[in-house]
T-cell receptor, first 112, second 113 residues
Framework: DSGVTQTPKHLITATGQRVTLRCSPRSGDLSVYWYQQSLDQGLQFLIQYYNGEERAKGNILERFSAQQFPDLHSELNLSSLELGDSALYFC???????????FGQGTRLTVV | GENVEQHPSTLSVQEGDSAVIKCTYSDSASNYFPWYKQELGKRPQLIIDIRSNVGEKKDQRIAVTLNKTAKHFSLHITETQPEDSAVYFCAASHKGYTDKLIFGTGTRLQVFP
């Protein structure tokens, strides 16, 4: 167990809908990263938050948004869902400094 | 923007042989280079990392080398075992600035008994 908790583990929804994925980082970790992993694909960086503020953005679609709350948990909002959004969404957290990022178990999103 | 290229995309080796995976990065300010192993259906997990002030690091059968001038780093697995079969990702980060962790495209390693 990495200490990073993601909910839900699985999510099935229809095209055009909106979903929210939740991530609780490890205790004390200020950085939260979101990644998208499509079938047999790599880890695409979406966005990073540090202590409540957006720190870096990757190839995140305008239909997607995220935030990090004062208690440091983070939510990734995906709207106007398309079939191609079906993927495994990982959250990772890390403390400050030259150290590893710890991944959660991921949320598997299926858009039908 | 920052980019990390990883080769090969697939690698098949016989048990006991060595495996080498190579990555190049574009951001010369990158200072932290982790390697993650992802088994089927599981989360990526760190197996080894190296910082920019070090040229090589070993941990049992795994080693990583870094060439800052050429902006590339490599993962070496010796005496491979079937349980080494997984997808391996390299990554690069400019820690202390953006902290953004950019991953390579992954290498699927298969170790045949």
């Amino acid at each position: 167990d990495s200490g990073v908790t993601q909910t839900p583990k699985h999510l099935i929804t229809a095209t055009g809908q909106r979903v929210t994925l939740r991530c609780s980082p490890r205790s004390g970790d200020l950085s939260v990263y979101w990644y998208q992993q499509s079938l047999d694909q790599g880890l695409q960086f979406l966005i990073q938050y540090y202590n409540g503020e957006e720190r870096a953005k990757g190839n995140i679609l305008e239909r997607f948004s995220a935030q990090q709350f004062p208690d440091l948990h983070s939510e990734l909002n995906l709207s106007s869902l398309e079939l191609g959004d079906s993927a495994l969404y990982f959250c990772a957290s890390s403390p400050r400094g030259l150290t590893e990022a710890f991944f959660g178990q991921g949320t598997r999103l299926t858009v039908v | 923007g920052e980019n990390v290229e990883q080769h090969p995309s697939t690698l098949s080796v016989q048990e006991g042989d060595s495996a080498v995976i190579k990555c190049t990065y574009s951001d010369s300010a990158s200072n932290y280079f982790p390697w993650y192993k992802q088994e089927l259906g599981k989360r990526p997990q760190l197996i080894i990392d190296i910082r920019s002030n070090v040229g090589e690091k070993k941990d049992q059968r795994i080693a990583v080398t870094l060439n800052k001038t050429a902006k590339h780093f490599s993962l070496h697995i010796t005496e491979t075992q079937p349980e080494d079969s997984a997808v391996y990702f390299c990554a690069a980060s400019h820690k202390g600035y953006t902290d953004k962790l950019i991953f390579g495209t992954g290498t699927r390693l298969q170790v045949f008994p």
